[in-house]
């Protein structure tokens, strides 16, 4: 850390030297233009960006696999990349059909150009076109949805209902991907922040919590996949897990509720009452887990799986709500 001490000029200009290396790094020199961005008693200076977009090569010689592939498109997008091109001495048909398919799974991201040896993607959303807010509040409604319509295709024996849960799973994958790539994006260029009008530190705790939905998606496709491997539910047990899916999901949507509040008292309110909810939730599992010892060893097991999903999202949810709290507490002074 260097320190520079302040000095007025005209009698009213503050003005401070830049650290030579620092400068010489940047191409920062006598007439260039930097950038200042405040965030609270913090003041951040970068070299002025021009509105260019950031492009990425990547080899993709010999990637025939297709979750290597996919992953490979997946990882140039949440890095930041707004121009991506994939490069090869040949590209194959299958791999365009892999970049085709995951280029659709990934919001904004389109395929520009196709020749013999490259394909290029691009995205075409302004950082300042992305709500960050509205994606989490979808994720919310979706893997929260997710979820009661996997259980309700378990007791009932619907498989169509258990297929619909799964496709749905697609569309949280996607906003994740999104929220993801807004997050690593505002953290290497403090002008995004500005743009999507949320500080960094708060863009980091929708991220942490998109996570947490995302995992309760992949729990309600879960559940929706194994619902077809048993028959209809009757009786207590039906019952049992309609409180625990109920009990459940009340932590994430209490915790939610508590992340999105402006009011700092009603969030660590929501919080605590979210994070209080648990106990609830595991003393009804232990209920379940009694009554499934009735069934057969495969329906058991299954049920069993599907109890411990449940005790997750409660898990996912209170720590949504440990996001909530460290949203609403004081900042510390720098």
């Known amino acids: ?8 000029t005209g009698g009213s200009t503050y003005t401070v030297s830049l650290p030579k290396e620092w400068a010489t790094e940047n ?3 006598a007439g260039s233009v930097v950038e200042f961005h405040a965030e609270r008693d913090l003041l951040l200076l970068a070299p002025q960006r021009d509105n260019g977009r950031v492009e990425g090569s990547l080899d993709v010689e010999g990637l025939e696999n297709r979750h290597e592939l996919t992953r490979a498109v997946m990882t140039m997008y949440v890095s930041g990349f707004d121009i991506i091109q994939l490069e090869a001495t040949r590209i194959t048909a299958e791999q365009r059909r892999i970049i085709r398919d995951a280029t659709q799974g990934l919001v904004g991201l389109e395929m520009i150009e196709e020749t013999t040896d490259r394909v290029v ?3 075409l959303l302004d950082s300042s076109e992305l709500s960050v807010h509205n994606a989490i509040t979808r994720m919310r409604l979706v893997s929260l949805t997710m979820l009661s319509d996997a259980v309700e295709a378990l007791i009932e024996d619907d498989d169509d209902l258990a297929a619909d849960v799964m496709q749905r799973d697609d569309d949280v994958d996607r906003l994740w991907y999104m929220v993801s790539r807004v997050f690593r994006t505002v953290l ?5 922040a500005d743009e999507i009008g949320f500080p960094r530190e708060t863009v980091f ?3 942490s919590s998109a996570r947490q939905l995302e995992r309760i998606a992949d729990h309600a496709t879960k559940i929706a996949s194994l619902s077809q491997e048993i028959g209809e539910i009757t009786g207590e047990t039906a019952n049992l897990l309609d409180q625990l899916e109920a009990e459940a999901i009340a932590v994430p949507e209490t915790a939610m509720d508590a992340l999105l509040t402006e009011d700092s008292d009603e969030a660590v309110e929501l919080a605590n009452e979210a994070r209080s909810q648990i106990p609830d939730v595991d003393g009804t599992a232990r209920e379940v887990d009694g009554q499934i010892r009735e069934f057969d060893p495969q329906s058991a ?3 069993g799986l599907i109890v411990d999903s449940l005790s997750r999202t409660a898990d996912y949810g209170g720590n949504i709500a440990e996001s909530a709290l460290q949203k609403a507490a004081p900042r510390p002074q720098s």
Not at 188 to 192: A, F, I, Q, S, W
Request: aromatic letters at 4%; charged letters at 30%.
């Open 1 to 8: 850390m260097e320190t520079r001490k302040v000095q007025v």
């Open 27 to 29: 191409d920062v020199s």
């Open 121 to 123: 993607l691009q995205d």
């Open 188 to 192: 290497r260029n403090p002008t995004t």
């Open 205 to 207: 705790d929708f991220q």
């Open 301 to 303: 097991q299954v049920l």
